[in-house]
Each structure stands twice: as structure tokens, then as C-alpha cells.
């Protein structure tokens, strides 16, 4: 393996174990994102979006057409990108993620970013993962609140 630390490959995620192509190139180690069809640099946040993506796509049901990855949108003038999206089946957004290195804690911060490119997007459930921990929300339309829900919102059909 080469100088550059991956170190957190060894730290144990929440998640089923997935069986990913990783191989080296340029002396980075890039691992294969079966949505966007292409080896990517495998950083920690990448490793933990693969992770959820697998996760999302094989144990909870959700077709790969629905996510858009790593998209750019404007917030006060400024540049920023979401990690997941998932549309409903009829093209609107409906759970927006945001992935963090495995060791990043998840806190009221975390939860506050997310919240802030959603007022943009529009999802009706957020959720937030450092591959340790997931938390999930709904949006109440009434309070404008997010309520913690116990499992991954399902899209019905």
C-alpha cells in the first residue's frame, strides 16, 4: 500500500460487509462506485458513502436510477455539493445524506448542514452517517421541524 494513511479502513463500520473493488492508482487507492460506473479516490467520506449506497441499493430496496451523487448547488452565494440523493419514483427529492469520516462525530452541526442545503433541495428526510452511526429525520411541513425516526424512510410506490 502506499504513504498515504488508510488508516480508516480498519475501523469497524455499522454496515453488512460489501465486497468492493478497491485497486491503486498513482499511488492512491481508488475504489469502484457502481452508480457512476468509475474508480474514484477512496478518501474516508468515500468510503462511507460507498458503504451506505451498497446499504441503501441491497438491503433496503432502493434502485440505483434514483440517486444523484456529489451534485453542486447554490447557498448564499456559495458553491456547495451533497453527498446522496434519492428521488422518489416520480423524480422528486427524497432523502438527503450527508457522509462523514468514520471518525467525524455526528452532532447538531452535522445535522444543521444538511438541513441548510435541504432548504434548496426540498427532501422530505434527511439523514446523516459517519459509517459508525446513522441517524435519520423527517421533515414536519406544519413546524418545520426534523423529528429522529428509528429506521431508513422507505419510498413507496
Not at 479502513?9 to 473493488?21: T, V
Not at 456529489?70 to 427529492?93: A, C, S, T
Amino acid at each position: 500500500m502506499t504513504s498515504r494513511n488508510y488508516s480508516f479502513l480498519e475501523i469497524p463500520l455499522d454496515f453488512p460487509k460489501f465486497d468492493f473493488s478497491i485497486q491503486e492508482d498513482e499511488g492512491k487507492l481508488t475504489i469502484f462506485d457502481a452508480l457512476r460506473k468509475r474508480f474514484l479516490i477512496l478518501t474516508p467520506e468515500e468510503w462511507v458513502r460507498q458503504h451506505m449506497i451498497a446499504y441503501l441499493t441491497k438491503y433496503q430496496g432502493f434502485p440505483k436510477s434514483l440517486f444523484a451523487l456529489e451534485k453542486g448547488l447554490r447557498y448564499n452565494h456559495l458553491q456547495k455539493r451533497f453527498d446522496i440523493l434519492v428521488l422518489d419514483r416520480n423524480g422528486r427529492p427524497f432523502l438527503l445524506l450527508e457522509c462523514k469520516a468514520p471518525e467525524v462525530q455526528l452532532s447538531h452541526k452535522t445535522l444543521e448542514q444538511i438541513a441548510t442545503y435541504n432548504t434548496k433541495i426540498g427532501a422530505p428526510y434527511l439523514g446523516i452517517t459517519n459509517g459508525r452511526q446513522h441517524l435519520f429525520f423527517g421533515l414536519d411541513k406544519e413546524s418545520a421541524n426534523y423529528t429522529q425516526l428509528s429506521t431508513v424512510p422507505q419510498i413507496h410506490t
